[in-house]
Nanobody, 126 residues
């Protein structure tokens, strides 16, 4: 599967922004999906994940502010971000995982994802 992330931009603190990740192919619904983010010089960080059956998981730092969702009919993954903070500034990546049951205990690990989008930059000014 090929992934194309979009929707990043420059916003002020407290604003909202929505990211999208368009997937190619006809098997999007068979993948667990995730969003990660990375700041230059730091490791890639887990943000949110959604299972094949739309169970959702969040990093503590974004819980209550971000919402992950998927539309299998449109082969698209979403990340709605609200109450953005300067520390949310990063390149955001979407990713797809073919893992089975073990994904549910390791969804926060970037190594559990097989395919990655190119990233979209989110900048939050104070």
């Amino acid at each position: 599967v090929q992934l194309q992330a979009s929707g990043g931009g420059l916003v002020q603190a407290g604003a909202s922004l929505s990211l999208s990740c368009a997937a190619s192919g006809r098997t999007f619904s068979s993948y667990h999906m995730g969003w990660f983010r990375q700041v230059l010089g730091k490791e890639r960080e887990f943000v949110a994940a959604i299972s094949r059956v739309s169970g959702t998981y969040y990093a503590d730092s974004v819980k209550g502010r971000f919402t992950i969702s998927r539309d299998n009919a449109k082969n698209t993954l979403y990340l709605q971000m609200a109450s953005l903070r300067p520390e949310d500034t990063a390149v955001y990546y979407c990713a797809a995982s073919r893992y089975g049951g073990s994904w549910y205990t390791s969804y926060m690990l970037s190594t559990r994802y097989d395919y990655w989008g190119q990233g979209t930059l989110v900048t939050v000014s104070s």
